[in-house]
């Protein structure tokens, strides 16, 4: 299984951004999809999760601001932000399973 990370970018604080997770073989068949952070000096952490029967569940830290979101007939899974932080800065990867991808960088900065 591959996973391909894309919409990260430089962004102001308050700003938003939408992150998007392809897979390379269906998701229907996985229960449950996330999304994780990592910035310089910490270790990685959870940040959303999406299950097959759409539920959510978010760290404290996102909830309010941040949906997660999948689409089993694209293999995708979505995490859109809002009112993003500086704290907020860190390599977003997808996990599913044992499997991760490569990431992709969000910086929040003015």
């Known amino acids: 299984v591959q996973l391909q990370a894309s919409g990260g970018g430089l962004v102001q604080p308050g700003g938003s951004l939408t992150l998007s997770c392809v897979a390379s073989v269906s998701i229907f068949d996985f229960s449950t999809m996330g999304w994780y952070r990592q910035s310089p000096g910490n270790l990685r952490e959870v940040v959303a999760l999406?299950?097959?029967?759409?539920?959510?569940d978010y760290a404290d830290f996102v909830k309010g601001r941040f949906t997660v979101s999948r689409d089993n007939a694209k293999n995708t899974v979505y995490l859109k932000m809002n009112n993003l932080a500086p704290e907020d800065t860190a390599v977003y990867y997808c996990?599913?399973?044992?499997?991760w991808g490569k990431g992709t960088q969000v910086t929040v900065s003015s």
């Open positions: 999406t299950t097959n029967s759409s539920g959510t």
């Open positions: 996990n599913v399973k044992a499997y």
